[in-house]
């Protein structure tokens, strides 16, 4: 089964940068913030990845094209192209298929000029941008048993910018932004299933985006389906979560990657 991971955001400033870094290339650990999601994956057998690239697509093209000698020792001789490779990395059998979707792409736009690398009739989407100690084979044995087009994985964070307000895990209500003090709904944790129908309701116009007319039409029609995740989880945005990341890593805490 393909996962279609959005890699096209603008990207973030951290403090020690002067340049605006893809999410995606920001390292957490020894590895970028993609390579963590791929990760979660790859843990329950889905290695076979559709990139959707944007800003900075080349950067994430580069660190891929070049996985073996980065990560892997390696003899080289100067001068000649060859290499032999003294170790074999866990990544030897992901398959990337690298996607050039835009740079000015909505979200859902982003999975559309996906469509002709998606042929089967369901398929997972992430972002490339949050971590969980999510249960990838749970999310989709959910997705499958509801039969809606869309299961999305709500979470709970500190910070919300859009909650859905769900009613015996159907999704009933979608607010884009929400002032509520209290909390009441349940935030997309970016770890997603589709069904092929979804296309009916996406579009390759760079304005279509999942987190606004996309996601209210499909809670109109009930076609989504919210998988609870009550554990660990933890969007990158800023310097404050980049360095709450970076000392999980640092302490061999990477909850994202152990069994679950």
């Known amino acids: 089964m393909k996962v279609v991971i959005l890699c096209g ?10 340049e605006f870094i893809p999410k995606a290339m920001v390292k957490i650990g020894h590895r970028p913030m993609l390579w963590h999601v791929m ?16 800003n900075g697509g080349n950067l994430i093209k580069d660190y891929f094209m070049n996985y073996d000698v980065n990560v892997n020792d390696v003899t080289i001789k100067l001068g000649q192209k060859d290499y032999v490779s003294r170790s074999e990395h866990q990544e030897k059998n992901w398959r990337i298929t690298f996607v050039d979707t835009g740079d000015q ?14 042929a089967e009739d369901d398929f997972l989407v992430a972002y ?23 299961t999305v994985t709500g979470v709970m964070p500190h910070f919300r910018y859009g909650e859905f307000i769900v009613n015996d895990n159907e999704a009933v209500k979608w ?5 509520l003090k209290s909390r009441v709904g349940w935030v997309n944790g970016g770890f997603m299933a589709f069904n092929k129908k979804i296309f009916k309701y996406l579009a390759p116009f760079n304005e279509c985006v999942l987190e606004k007319e996309v996601y209210a039409k ?6 989504i389906n919210v998988y609870k995740h009550e554990g660990f989880w933890q969007e990158l945005d800023n ?10 890593c640092e302490k061999n805490s990477e909850f994202w990657l152990f069994d679950k």
């Open 9 to 18: 955001g603008n990207g973030i400033r951290l403090r020690d940068s002067l």
């Open 39 to 54: 990760k979660i994956y790859a843990k329950y057998g889905f290695t076979d990845f559709v990139l959707a690239l944007g």
């Open 105 to 118: 792409a909505g979200t859902g736009a982003r999975i559309s000029r996906c469509q002709d690398y998606l």
């Open 128 to 150: 490339s941008d949050c971590l969980a100690d999510i249960n990838i084979q749970k999310l989709l044995d959910d997705h499958k048993k509801s039969d809606k087009i869309t």
């Open 175 to 179: 607010n884009e932004i929400s002032n």
């Open 218 to 223: 499909l809670v109109d029609d009930k076609q």
């Open 239 to 248: 310097d404050r979560e980049y360095n709450f990341l970076r000392d999980l």
